[in-house]
């Protein structure tokens, strides 16, 4: 089943001049415009034979295990929102997971899926084996975990289906070794390579590996130690930026990743119980600053302002260093754009999905920068698949700027959930109900809130 493209002609441009982030609020037909068509990328370009979902497109490459959790999210938005039917839903999700229970695991690198219950960052898109020499990735099983555990939670009913979909849910989740990936005292590490080992470097905060931990500790099998938390909160670094006081990290996707799946509001952990805040708090004083940095522009890029902003891990047009009306200029690719205390990246491209995965945090700044990108810019920032991944206006190699011609799996999955969290708390009150959320949370010491109601 496929939905009309009706929504073409229902787009209306209105101005969000309130904050909604305590009650589910009332659609607005340019937002479910936004919406629809980042759920396309999900659902038309995910291989029906395996689930694989491509990491970008139109560039050919490879499955994003990352992006096929966003998926996997998605279809039940789908579902919410009548765009597909439950039973076409259950089907696509229920190949996903025969394909990941079965894949093989093991440390031959040229015919194994995953290790440990983990699994490689890429994938082949057709053979679902590792693509190239990418490493086991410990966040990014997470994230496809993440999906997972939500297809599980909604897919309750009494028939085969819906059965085999919760079992084996709960079997890759239970597979997952996290004592194994605790290589050092109490913290993950970011992967491993069959060929070389564990990666030097371990997942510490604060970035979008707030939900490892929480999925990590509140596995039935494979825990991680109750003092990983502690270990995780005894790095933040929290400092004013832009006039706000925040946990620092620069892309805004770190802000974004954990709150997709879960309702941080009026829930604490000891450290934000000692700050009197909590994490969505968080992640809204780092949008604000963010939009600020950009107003700010102290590298002077094209087009920053109030309403165009937004910096976070995104394409970007060239690796080049180039002579700019006397000065010098960097340009990059793929990089982690963003702005904090501790590293300013920074080469005058914007991401859509800075301002599209936030909108829950602060919809009265990011509603409105979405609508000024599609205002402005229209096709050459927004396509079948919604908004192209990033622009840059100051790079001079193509007329009036580059804007990429490519959508993103990890940056459209954002979008798509987050509107819907925003709109109408769905993914949110779906995750409340999954034990392992819950107790991954109280085995961190997180209370209040949603966490202490009955």
Request: hydrophobic letters at 35%.
């Amino acid at each position: 089943m496929r939905c009309n493209q009706r929504w073409c002609c229902m787009i209306g441009l209105f101005l969000i001049t309130s904050v909604c982030v305590s009650q589910p609020c009332q659609r607005d037909p340019f937002l479910d415009l936004v919406q629809y068509r980042s759920f396309l990328y999900f659902w038309e370009l995910t291989n029906p034979q395996n689930g694989l979902t491509p990491d970008r497109s139109p560039t050919y490459t490879f499955c994003s295990i990352a992006a096929v959790g966003f998926g996997l999210s998605s279809y039940l938005v789908a579902v919410e929102r009548q765009w597909i039917g439950r039973a076409e839903a259950a089907e696509r999700v229920l190949t996903t997971l025969r394909f990941f229970w079965n894949a093989a695991q093991g440390t031959d690198p040229a015919k194994c899926t995953g290790y440990q219950g983990f699994f490689y960052h890429f994938l082949d898109m057709q053979t679902g084996l590792r693509y190239a020499n990418v490493e086991l990735s410990s966040i990014d099983t997470t994230l496809l975990m993440a999906g997972i555990l939500s297809v599980a939670t909604y897919f309750d009913q009494d028939n085969p289906v819906e059965y085999e979909i919760r079992v084996l849910a709960d079997e890759l989740y239970r597979r997952m070794n996290w004592t194994w990936f605790c290589v050092r005292p109490n913290l993950v590490s970011m992967g491993w390579h069959p060929e070389t080992g564990f990666l030097g470097h371990d997942w510490q905060g604060y970035n979008e590996g707030m939900i490892l931990y929480i999925l990590g500790l509140g596995s039935p099998t494979h825990p991680l130690p109750k003092e990983a938390w502690e270990s995780w909160c005894n790095t933040y670094i929290r400092q004013e930026f832009q006039h706000q006081t925040y946990i620092q990290f620069a892309p805004l996707f770190g802000h974004q990743y954990s709150h997709i799946w879960i309702d941080f509001r009026g829930i604490q952990d000891d450290y934000m119980q000692q700050k009197q805040s909590d994490y969505f708090q968080n992640s809204r004083a780092a949008v604000y600053a963010n939009r600020s940095y950009c107003i700010s522009n102290p590298q002077g890029w094209q087009g920053y302002s109030d309403r165009i902003w937004g910096l976070t891990a995104c394409d970007g047009p060239a690796d080049k260093i180039l002579l700019i009306h006397g000065k010098i200029r960097e340009f990059h690719t793929y990089w982690a754009r963003g702005a904090s205390t501790q590293e300013i990246c920074d080469d005058g491209t914007i991401a859509p999905t800075a301002a599209g995965g936030s909108i829950p945090f602060a919809p009265e700044i990011c509603i409105p920068a979405l609508k000024a990108m599609y205002e402005q810019y229209g096709t050459r920032i927004f396509g079948a698949y919604g908004f192209y991944d990033a622009f840059n206006l100051t790079y001079p190699q193509e007329a009036n700027g580059w804007f990429d011609q490519d959508y993103l799996g990890i940056d459209q999955g954002p979008i798509v959930l987050m509107i819907e969290n925003y709109t109408t708390e769905f993914l949110w009150s779906l995750m409340k109900k999954n034990p392992y959320i819950k107790q991954g949370l109280q085995k961190a010491g997180f209370r209040g809130g949603w966490l202490d109601s009955k």
